[in-house]
């Protein structure tokens, strides 16, 4: 579905991505992990036109979407849940809802609102309060579900379990893998990295700008190098 071939991206003189490759199959979760620095915010901000490409290539079902505009990567299929979440906080989370399935012209968004609430019930039970006035998780609740209201075929998040308590760390991959099993395409950047490795299928480990790792997911956990350096030198389950 998404196919990286050779992108470098940066600011100004400071690269932060250095010719990387990557491939998420259509109904995976694919992660990217790495250390602070790393690049991966970078790389996900690069596929949603958030920053132009200095070269390389990004493909969305085979076309062409490096350099595009955002509003018109989100219209091929793209939605993206934020690192930090960027919830509008003084509009309602209804409001907040809403500005998710902005461009959409369909006549489906009232049954996708619909579905949104019985994931996410809290959501519902505070459809009139302020977002900026909900939790921690209540609002990555309402960043997943805006992300959602646009219809995306590929879903970006961007550091999910940021600032979560565990328990709600453990209800917000759940609710990732329920979204892929009903066929959400999914590209995961997390610093959990054992969460995220224990969910996706395949992995790709970003370091100082560049791929220097990649392969299925349980294959990566165990990989001396990355045990090492993101899992405390512990062999996962």
């Known amino acids: 579905m998404l196919q990286i071939e050779q992108l470098a991206a940066g600011y100004g003189n400071i690269k932060a991505l250095k010719s990387i490759d990557m491939i998420v199959p259509a109904g995976s979760i694919v992660s990217l992990i790495g250390a602070n620095g790393a690049g991966k915010t970078t790389a996900m901000k ?3 036109g958030l920053i132009k490409p200095d070269s390389g290539q990004i493909l969305f079902k085979s076309q062409e979407i490096g350099g595009l505009a955002t509003h018109k990567i989100v219209s091929r299929g793209l939605s993206l849940v934020p690192e930090g ?3 509008l906080s003084r509009m309602t989370v209804l409001e907040n809802l809403e500005m998710g399935a902005c461009q959409r012209r369909d006549n489906e968004v009232q049954e996708d609102m619909k579905r949104i609430f019985r994931r996410f019930p809290i959501l519902e039970e ?21 992300a959602l209201m646009a219809r995306p075929k590929l879903l970006l998040l961007d550091e999910p379990s940021m600032g979560l308590a565990p328990l709600v760390v453990a ?7 329920e979204i892929n099993q009903e066929g959400m395409t999914i590209l995961l950047v ?7 490795l224990k969910i996706a299928q395949y992995a790709y ?11 299925q997911a349980k294959n990566i956990a165990n990989n001396p190098r990355v045990m090492e350096a993101y899992l405390g030198g512990k062999k996962t389950s």
Do not use: Y
């Open 205 to 215: 480990v970003l370091e100082t700008g560049k791929i220097i790792l990649h392969g």
């Open 126 to 146: 505070r459809k009139q309060q302020l977002g900026g006035t909900l939790s921690g998780g209540q609002q990555q609740m309402l960043a997943i579900g805006r």
């Open 190 to 196: 997390e610093q959990n990295v054992r969460q995220a």
């Open 171 to 177: 209800d917000i991959f759940k609710v990732i893998q």
């Open 85 to 87: 979440r960027n919830i």
């Open 46 to 48: 690069v596929i949603m």
